[in-house]
């Protein structure tokens, strides 16, 4: 399973790519605005320090909602650099617009999905990346672990190349249940990935040895 952040924040993404374990970067308009990124000129200047930190796939969402805005704008967005994906919202014309993207060689993630037809339409349409919200759908009282479990048991059963990108990642556990559920991509804050590290024996052992080191 490959591991993307889920953030626009520069100092998170070098964290996290400092671990050495990063594979990509998602955004999307909310983690943007809330880095203060405004105007045309700032979004597209934060993608392209994004793409220089980090070698991988990095998200950059349109803001547009019909068809020709989207496959403008995702166009802009797509020249910004090779490792661009555009992120397409899951709607009549995010799908037209994906099967374009698909049709000219761009990368597509098709975000803002919380069901399994919504999955099969954007396999269809050729999506590079499928991003269900694990966590929105469990603030809503269903389990976004059996929609990836779903997922992946249909794209497996037709053969689509679509990968799972699970989003809206909420914990480390998340992150372990996504991989036992068939997420091809996990994209989490760096928090939930910095909690994976994390446990109170592993803290002891280690004291335990560091106190006995000094022995030998
Ligand atoms: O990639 C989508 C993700 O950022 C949404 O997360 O926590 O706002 O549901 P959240």
Same mark, same amino acid.
């Given at each position: 399973?490959?591991?993307?952040?889920?953030?626009?924040?520069? =100092?998170?993404?070098?964290?996290?790519?400092?671990?050495?374990? &990063?594979?990509?970067?998602?955004?999307?308009?909310?983690?943007?605005?809330?880095?203060?990124?405004?105007?045309?000129? =700032?979004?597209?200047?934060?993608?392209?320090?994004?793409?220089?930190?980090?070698?991988?796939?990095?998200?950059?969402?349109?803001?547009?909602?019909?068809?020709?805005?989207?496959?403008?704008?995702?166009?802009? &967005?797509?020249?910004?650099?090779?490792?661009?994906?555009?992120?397409?919202?899951?709607?009549?014309?995010?799908?037209? =617009?994906?099967?374009?993207?698909?049709?000219?060689?761009?990368?597509?993630?098709?975000?803002?999905?919380? %069901?399994?037809?919504? =999955?099969?339409?954007?396999?269809?349409?050729?999506?590079?990346?499928? %991003?269900?919200?694990?966590?929105?759908?469990?603030?809503?009282?269903?389990?976004?672990?059996?929609?990836?479990?779903?997922?992946?048991?249909?794209?497996?059963?037709?053969? *689509?190349?679509?990968?799972?990108?699970?989003? %809206?990642?909420?914990?480390?556990?998340?992150?372990?249940?996504?991989?036992?559920?068939?997420?091809?991509?996990?994209?989490?804050?760096?928090? %939930?990935?910095?909690?994976?590290?994390?446990?109170?024996?592993?803290?002891?052992? &280690?004291?335990? *040895?560091?106190?006995?080191?000094?022995?030998?």
């Amino acid at each position: 399973m490959k591991f993307f952040i889920d953030t626009a924040n520069l =100092a998170q993404i070098k964290e996290a790519n400092d671990l050495g374990i &990063l594979d990509g970067v998602t955004t999307n308009p909310s983690l943007m605005a809330k880095e203060g990124i405004k105007g045309n000129e =700032a979004i597209l200047n934060h993608y392209k320090t994004i793409c220089d930190l980090v070698d991988g796939d990095i998200s950059a969402e349109v803001l547009s909602v019909t068809y020709d805005e989207i496959i403008e704008e995702g166009k802009i &967005l797509a020249a910004i650099h090779p490792n661009i994906v555009v992120k397409v919202p899951m709607i009549k014309d995010g799908i037209k =617009a994906i099967k374009w993207f698909t049709d000219n060689g761009i990368k597509t993630n098709c975000t803002l999905v919380f %069901s399994a037809g919504q =999955a099969i339409l954007a396999a269809k349409a050729g999506a590079t990346y499928l %991003s269900p919200f694990i966590g929105r759908i469990d603030d809503t009282n269903w389990d976004g672990i059996e929609l990836i479990a779903q997922i992946a048991n249909i794209y497996g059963t037709q053969g *689509f190349d679509t990968q799972i990108l699970a989003a %809206s990642i909420r914990t480390p556990l998340h992150i372990v249940r996504c991989a036992e559920a068939g997420a091809d991509v996990c994209t989490c804050p760096l928090d %939930s990935i910095l909690g994976l590290l994390k446990h109170p024996l592993t803290d002891i052992g &280690l004291a335990k *040895f560091i106190e006995d080191a000094k022995k030998m």
